[in-house]
């Protein structure tokens, strides 16, 4: 069993809809929780960054963390085009990183 | 602005051949990473770095080696290239301390036939 499960989609969703992505581990030891975004042939760069229970907020990303049922999701209002890329949850333990597989996301005008 | 940048994006290779993946970081972050990533398994750590000459085996070190003679700079060898090591290959960084951002480069592309 992997530590991070990611479903990897696709997901295709018409533009102002909102975006749900999830992802759950197995690993308690995971202290910190980000999500990231990767457009086609670029490298992955930081969206959300979280290390309690509970929602955060950034503009339209909403990233929600779970740690009882070790669940996190991340959230996309009112998407754009723009938001089309690979979603990819990542867990910190001890200075690294485990990823999920990523979602890729198609945001339709 | 932050930036870890990884000198060569897309590169073809021979099997057999040595290969040398080379990342330069600005950002005097202690910590470097080597994670290669394919499609349906997501990144997976190669090596991590947390001061210069020290290394540590990451989830899947076989047929790599890395070098940290500098602080700004992290090394990924292929010692001997196969076909099963074509994949994109990602350099990151951070700050020594647990839960510091980690950056990435923007990756390079590495096709061995």
């Known amino acids: 069993q992997k530590e991070v499960e990611q479903d990897p989609g696709p997901l295709s969703v018409p533009e102002g809809a909102i975006v749900s992505l999830n992802c759950t581990y197995s690993n308690s030891a995971f202290q910190y929780f980000m999500w990231y975004r990767q457009y086609s042939r670029k490298g992955p760069e930081l969206l959300m960054y979280t290390y309690s229970s509970g929602n955060k907020e950034d503009g339209r990303f909403t990233a929600q963390v779970d740690k009882s049922s070790k669940y996190i999701s991340l959230f996309i209002r009112d998407s754009q085009p723009s938001d089309s890329a690979t979603y990819l949850c990542?867990?910190?333990?001890?200075?690294?990183?485990?990823f999920g597989a990523g979602t890729t996301v198609t945001v339709r005008a | 602005d932050v930036k870890v940048t990884q000198s060569s994006r897309y590169l073809v290779k021979r099997t057999g051949e040595k290969v040398f993946l080379e990342c330069v970081q600005d950002?005097?972050?202690?910590?470097m990473f080597w994670y290669r990533q394919d499609p349906g398994l997501g990144l997976r750590l190669i090596y991590f770095s947390y001061d210069v000459k020290m290394k540590e085996k990451g989830d899947i070190p076989e047929g790599y080696s890395v070098s940290r003679e500098k602080k700004e700079r992290f090394s990924l060898i292929l010692e001997s290239a196969s076909t099963n090591q074509t994949s994109m290959y990602l350099c990151a960084s951070s700050l020594r301390t647990t839960g510091n951002t980690i950056y990435f480069g923007e990756g390079s592309w590495l096709t061995v036939v």
């Open positions: 950002m005097d972050h202690e910590n």
């Open positions: 990542a867990m910190v333990r001890d200075y690294k990183l485990s």
